[in-house]
């Protein structure tokens, strides 16, 4: 079974067009050219995919995604809080 931060790269390697090895926790999502509408795409992804659901406002900066490991320790922190 994957890890979650494996399937997070998955979905966000599928819903924003971005090489799979090119996805690392460093990876900033702008020089990913990974816009607001493609992290709108993951983030419903990811709620779909852990049945979780995900806190986001794109205009609201308390849940700020800049990089890969941003995304991937808020979706581990929502999973441990709805579990």
């Known amino acids: ?5 494996e399937e997070i ?3 966000v ?3 924003a ?3 799979r090895e090119k996805l690392e926790r460093e990876a900033r999502l702008d020089d990913l050219e990974i816009e607001s509408l493609d992290i709108v795409e ?6 779909e995919k852990f049945d979780i659901q995900i806190p986001y406002n794109a205009n609201d900066q308390e849940m ?3 990089t890969v490991g941003h995304v991937v320790d808020a979706v581990k922190k929502v999973i441990e809080e709805q579990a």
């Open 64 to 66: 700020e995604f800049e």
């Open 17 to 19: 067009d971005v090489p």
């Open 13 to 15: 390697s599928d819903k």
């Open 42 to 47: 993951i983030i419903f992804a990811i709620e």
């Open 1 to 5: 079974m994957a890890s979650v931060e």
């Open 9 to 11: 790269y998955d979905i």
